[in-house]
């Protein structure tokens, strides 16, 4: 075999890696939130309903239109307010300094907050 033989196997071997990794991952649906507070879970929301979100006494989350995104906190940076709306495809929204993780998971059965479980 040639140098440029290799050079073909390698770049369609690779093309394939792709492809399937593109594929796993597009079979997710994520139809809800997780929202997280010093590791532990203030509950679950649908991405279906639009509601505003109080997290305590330091962030709001809002949902609109399929869309989760922080509206407000009392973090001194703000980085979260400016970080990306997350939805159906995935994502996360992190708020160090108050220890808030929003993030992306598949919808159970049930509507509205859910709390499942504290870690301590």
């Known amino acids: 075999m040639k140098k ?42 649908s991405l279906a309903e639009d509601q505003i979100i109080p997290i305590g006494d330091t962030n709001v989350c809002e949902i609109r239109d399929g869309r989760a995104f922080m509206t407000e906190a009392t973090c001194p940076d703000h980085l979260c307010i400016h970080q990306k709306s997350i939805g159906s495809a995935g994502g996360a929204i992190i708020c160090l300094p108050n220890r808030v993780i929003i993030e992306s998971v598949p919808v159970s059965g049930q509507e509205g907050p859910q709390i499942d479980a504290f870690v301590s």
């Open 4 to 45: 440029k033989d290799y050079l073909v196997i390698g770049t369609l071997l690779l093309l394939a890696l792709l492809s399937w990794l593109l594929l796993q991952n597009r079979g997710k649906d994520y139809g809800g939130i997780r929202i997280t507070v010093d590791s532990r879970i203030f509950g679950e929301y």
